[in-house]
């Protein structure tokens, strides 16, 4: 019985965990995380980055702003801060996949990949892709909160559906359809019998 107990509060444990960090099945759903749009700005739309591709100016930069214990980085341009915010609409972006959005347009931007705690550049160069963001609803507004790579160069298939924004016309999404989904899985199952079993017994 002891043995039912620890396996119950450990998938209770995990179903609750499962929840908390559910991810949105599709884009400009309800966010879960408030400072998502501020922590994208300050990871990737920086004020003051290097203007050059020198490797010793960037690890001057990231020694000095934070950023050591992420091993590969993109920096767009302060200037595209509208432009990338776009692509969560359906102006600027199409549907990829889950919550990602896919630009319409090619973006310019910077990565720089350094060894992870220590800072040590090994490469600083300039790319020109479509952007993959993450886009969840955020006080009403269709927001980017994380930026995907792109190693393949993956371009917006033609069929895809815009990026829906909550407020464009026409798009109203359900409260359900707000919300990050929770699939139903064996676990789920499987451990709702063992508790309506274990609770009648008792």
């Excluded at 003051?48 to 100016?57: A, Y």
């Excluded at 895809?160 to 359809?177: I, L, M, V, Y």
Aim: charge should be positive; glycine fraction near 8%.
């Amino acid at each position: 019985m002891a043995a039912l107990r620890a396996f119950l509060t450990l998938a209770v444990g995990f179903l609750l965990g499962h929840q908390t960090f559910a991810k949105n099945d599709a884009p400009c759903q309800l966010s879960k995380w408030n400072n998502g749009f501020n922590t994208f700005t300050k990871r990737h739309i920086r004020a003051g980055t290097p203007t050059s591709l020198d490797q010793n100016e960037w690890e001057k930069y990231i020694k000095n702003n934070g950023g050591c214990d992420r091993p590969t980085q993109s920096f767009l341009h302060p200037s595209d801060l509208d432009r990338v915010k776009a692509v969560c609409t359906d102006k600027g972006g199409a549907v990829y996949k889950d919550n990602l959005c896919i630009s319409l347009q090619s973006f310019t931007f910077v990565t720089v990949r350094s060894i992870q705690g220590t800072c040590g550049i090994k490469s600083v160069r300039e790319e020109t892709k479509h952007l993959i963001l993450a886009c969840e609803e955020l006080g009403n507004q269709c927001l980017p909160v994380h930026f995907e790579g792109n190693p393949d160069n993956v371009k917006p298939n033609n069929n895809a559906k815009g990026c829906q924004d909550p407020r464009t016309a026409g798009h109203t999404p359900s409260p359900a359809g707000r919300a990050p989904s929770f699939k139903m899985t064996w676990l789920w199952l499987f451990s709702v019998i063992l508790v309506i079993i274990y609770g009648y017994k008792n």
